[in-house]
């Protein structure tokens, strides 16, 4: 799967910037991949690109349309499948990482078909992987891991591979959820594979490459919890990575979506992954720890993780905050 | 899903008797299921049941048609799809564990529908499962790890519930793969489930039930295999065991399928599973080893065993030679 860009972006109906994070994240790590954004009449969000209608989107080369907000109640409304069939009228695509496919709804899949273009569903992975075989790769990996779930693997992924390319060092972000893959065009949304196949879909979206080059591989979910760290495990053994960043969210108070879980000790955390990662990498090592202090006081935050990075021992950042540029060099020294 | 029982077992043109080992599981762990077996002409292996034609299967009230053989090449020959066909007409269902599936031959489908019997491909999920909660249920459950794939997780599962059965204490085999499924007639095939529900597709295959009620959970895979450890973190996630038993082979010179990977070191292996199972069930512990010594002379068998109990402190058999008493007994003394 390859989404061709560049990109029209759909914020739709979005009822606030939070609904059109999708389309933000987009516009945030690959503003030459976006020619513009198309609003209704109800959005509430603006990601600052120019507002195009589909025609003029078209005229300028638009490829794909990719829905970058999240939809309400899971419902798509005919008044974005009636934008949805001008654009593939116009000649576009059409890519969306919903929890309701697209090649659900008969009207587009007709129209799709009748205007020779294609309907992506990111998060449903369609291709066939291979069961993992474990054999060393070539070129280096760095992979993001996490206390829990959606603690800023994605951010910190999407800034090591800018940091690594702002220093001349080739590199390229590999997805591994629907967000990351609308974002970079590729990748393969590690969560709905079955389940035989995760480590096999993870070698294969990071296959054999040059020495030197850098796979930057977002990870996903987390080895403490208690519902996807198989996920996790399979993820951590196709990366075979040569280095791990730790990314945390030191505020919250349980595992995400399970209240009977606390978030792991960073250290034993640390540990944890390194075992794991040891099976197909014995020379793993972490260089960072990425924190998302978004919800702390600038002051609060800087304390806090002076006092990780002193009890650690690693570079410890807020990208958001600080870049990532400490880890970088950490991950570069190595 | 759940198999109608009493089975005919099918036995094909199975080429020896290992061909047949499906058919050999049902009739040795489940006699009180199977009527009698069917075999072709070419067919080279024996289960001991009477063989029965489809009609008088029929007449004796035989359910089901289970293929208890595996097919050459993946083909499905004309010669089964008469005999497939027969059944179905005679008002049974078919069910089989098989890589190509039942519901991809148009022939049978159609003659399903005909005569309102189903085809049960037990490898592939049919049911949607939820993700994974975490939380305690009650009743008590024992799992069995391995060092590898293949190494004699069901077998010992089979064992165990056949022990405790036998002293009056309630339990049920819980299948995660698809000879389990089809000894059992119901389960999960826990590695064609979607990643993001392995957890949770354990969770509901052994729900809460009453407090002194064992379910013996089949494992699959290991945490020390690079292809599918994945699947064993959920499962062992999902399955929240109060006990494990590990489950071991000692003639093999590399994981299974990974020529790279040497078997890990019996202690490790215990450590990584309390680990990794102490996430959902801090109080597990180790009742036992099961060791396949299928490839040993009997005095190296024992002697071998003899000194993994020593260095492990655990009861350590071979339930094929010895039974699975001793561990079962260190079980119900915990």
Not at 239 to 262: I, S
Request: charged share 20%.
């Amino acid at each position: 799967m390859e989404l061709k860009q560049p990109y029209l972006l759909f914020l739709g109906d979005a009822a606030d910037p939070l609904a059109a994070k999708v389309a933000q994240g987009i516009t945030t790590w690959r503003p030459d991949s976006c020619l513009g954004q198309l609003r209704l009449p109800a959005c509430n969000a603006d990601v600052g690109l120019d507002d195009l209608t589909i025609e003029q989107a078209a005229q300028q080369g638009a490829k794909t349309l990719v829905i970058g907000v999240a939809n309400r109640g899971g419902i798509i409304s005919q008044d974005w499948i009636s934008v949805l069939i001008d654009a593939l009228e116009a000649g576009m695509d059409i890519a969306a990482g919903l929890h309701n496919r697209l090649n659900d709804i008969p009207q587009l899949v007709e129209c799709a078909k009748r205007c020779n273009q294609e309907l992506f569903d990111v998060r449903f992975p369609t291709q066939v992987y291979p069961v993992a075989n474990g054999k060393k790769r070539t070129g280096k990996r760095i992979l993001t891991v996490g206390t829990d779930c959606s603690v800023g693997k994605m951010y910190t992924s999407l800034a090591i591979e800018h940091e690594l390319k702002q220093r001349g060092v080739a590199a390229d972000f590999r997805a591994t959820g629907q967000t990351g893959i609308l974002i970079t065009g590729a990748g393969v949304s590690a969560d709905a594979v079955v389940s035989d196949f995760i480590a096999g879909a993870i070698e294969t979206i990071s296959p054999d490459n040059a020495a030197e080059y850098w796979d930057v591989i977002e990870g996903q979910g987390s080895l403490f919890h208690a519902s996807f760290a198989g996920v996790t495990t399979g993820l951590i053994h196709g990366a075979q990575a040569d280095a791990l960043v730790l990314c945390h969210e030191p505020t919250r108070e349980h595992m995400r979506g399970l209240p009977d879980y606390k978030l792991p000790d960073l250290s034993l955390c640390i540990q944890r992954n390194l075992e794991t990662a040891s099976l197909t990498n014995p020379n793993v090592k972490f260089v960072g720890v990425s924190i998302n202090t978004s919800a702390m006081e600038e002051a609060q935050a800087l304390a806090y993780m002076a006092q990780v990075e002193i009890d650690l021992g690693l570079p410890v950042v807020d990208p958001f905050r600080q870049g990532i540029g400490r880890v970088v060099d950490r991950l570069l020294e190595c």
